[in-house]
T-cell receptor, first 114, second 113 residues
Framework: AQSVAQPEDQVNVAEGNPLTVKCTYS??????LFWYVQYPNRGLQFLLK??????LVKGSYGFEAEFNKSQTSFHLKKPSALVSDSALYFC????????????FGKGTRLSVIA | GAGVSQSPRYKVAKRGQDVALRCDPI?????LFWYQQALGQGPEFLTY????????KSGLPSDRFFAERPEGSVSTLKIQRTQQEDSAVYLC???????????FGDGTRLSIL
């Protein structure tokens, strides 16, 4: 069975500072990993994905994530946070075989303070 | 529009009523997923279609939940004899398949009184 853990319910960071939102996963087999962002009363917006290749993947709005197979982690990062980055962030995993559904973490609320 | 469209955006129903939620996926996307998102939680899988075939319905919480996609495009999630625990946001997502990401609609917020 697949699972995702986002250990922090809330992350607070000052505008202009780097941010990290943590994610660890458990899956049988090779994973596809995703980050999504959710604004109030909206659906999830795709940020980035890891399929294969370079462990550092770059996505939308200046976000990036680092895949670490030994630590089964896929932490989301941004070098300089903006107030507009404040939202709910979800990490998700699925196995490579077939077109299987995503398994999501419970989400981390990011607050960027001016 | 270019995105996934869901209607209605908000639905209020009395306990025991039947409801139907609609999803218009991105044109050409063969895969369609339904998820349920409870307040303060991540989305949880309900069911999956590839074209008109429902390939996985293991996440449907009871036989009161039924989904269809008869022509391989628009999908409807139906909940019969609604209960208060059915109150949630229901999200639809579509994908071209393979390693491509799923694209989500804005969801339908269902409130059962």
């Amino acid at each position: 069975a697949q699972s995702v853990a986002q250990p922090e319910d809330q992350v607070n960071v000052a505008e202009g500072n780097p941010l990290t939102v943590k994610c660890t996963y458990s899956v049988s087999g090779n994973p596809y990993l995703f980050w999504y962002v959710q604004y109030p009363n909206r659906g999830l917006q795709f940020l980035l994905k890891y399929i294969t290749g370079d462990n550092l993947v770059k996505g939308s709005y200046g976000f990036e994530a680092e895949f670490n197979k030994s630590q089964t982690s896929f932490h989301l990062k941004k070098p300089s946070a903006l107030v507009s980055d404040s939202a709910l962030y979800f990490c998700a995993v699925r196995v490579i075989s077939g077109n299987t559904p995503l398994v999501f973490g419970k989400g981390t609320r990011l607050s960027v303070i001016a | 529009g270019a995105g996934v469209s869901q209607s209605p955006r908000y639905k209020v129903a009395k306990r025991g009523q039947d409801v139907a939620l609609r999803c218009d996926p991105i044109s050409g996307h063969v895969s369609l997923f339904w998820y349920q998102q409870a307040l303060g939680q991540g989305p949880e899988f309900l069911t999956y279609f590839q074209n008109e075939a429902q390939l996985d319905k293991s996440g449907l919480p009871s036989d009161r939940f039924f989904a269809e996609r008869p022509e391989g495009s628009v999908s409807t999630l139906k909940i019969q004899r609604t209960q208060q625990e059915d109150s949630a946001v229901y999200l639809c997502a579509s994908s071209p398949g393979g390693s491509q990401p799923q694209h989500f609609g804005d969801g339908t917020r269902l409130s059962i009184l």
